[in-house]
T-cell receptor
């Protein structure tokens, strides 16, 4: 049973526009949510996180939104750049542990 | 240079032959973790360690062991590898557990179990 879901396996966005990556979760026992980026043949890169008591966290071009009632989070990238083309994973931390549950990833392609 | 190293980078082995993938970091980080990446399944956390001699299970710990006898090293042990453990493995380190200010990943170890 997948507790963290990324239902869009891929997304294509034009350079300069907004990229919105989505993630849904089914378990209320998560206290933090994280986003990672991964390029081929490289290790993942931690991008941004959000506490379950917040609804928004922003870091430069990246903003994560959390809708607890809908059990949904999203990562907004504005403006999108070709270098943002990668696979993005969302992850959720199980309450009071350091255990992470990941989604299956969304491949973002930013084209000129 | 701050880095996380993994060895070997590539390994082909046979079912049942014990193996160890080493992970070492030079940043004096307290927190280390192991992940595996598989097509269609994404990233999955195997084990993590909050400090020396303190480890705990991640999402998919079955078939794996870890140890943390020194702060800098966090080896992943497969006592009896099986083909379903064929995967790309990543080790990572950070000052704290999630949520991180920063997390460093190793280059990955591609393991094939025949």
């Amino acid at each position: 049973d997948q507790q963290v879901k990324q239902n869009s396996p891929s997304l294509s966005v034009q350079e300069g526009r907004i990229s919105i990556l989505n993630c849904d979760y089914t378990n209320s026992m998560f206290d933090y949510f994280l986003w990672y980026k991964k390029y081929p043949a490289e290790g993942p890169t931690f991008l941004i996180s959000i506490s379950s008591i917040k609804d928004k966290n922003e870091d430069g071009r990246f903003t994560v939104f959390l809708n607890k009632s809908a059990k949904h989070l999203s990562l907004h990238i504005v403006p999108s750049q070709p270098g943002d083309s990668a696979v993005y994973f969302c992850a959720a931390r199980v309450l009071n542990t350091d255990k992470l549950i990941f989604g299956t990833g969304t491949r973002l392609q930013v084209f000129p | 240079e701050a880095q996380v190293t993994q060895n070997p980078r590539y390994l082909i082995t046979v079912t049942g032959k014990k193996l160890t993938v080493t992970c070492s970091q030079n940043m004096n980080h307290e927190y280390m973790s192991w992940y595996r990446q598989d097509p269609g399944l994404g990233l999955r956390q195997i084990y993590y360690s909050m400090n020396v001699e303190v480890t705990d299970k991640g999402d998919v710990p079955e078939g794996y062991k870890v140890s943390r006898k020194e702060k800098r090293n966090f080896p992943l042990i497969l006592e009896s590898p099986s083909p379903n453990q064929t995967s790309l493995y990543f080790c990572a380190s950070s000052w704290t557990g999630p949520p991180y200010n920063e997390q460093f990943f190793g280059p990955g170890t591609r393991l094939t179990v025949l």
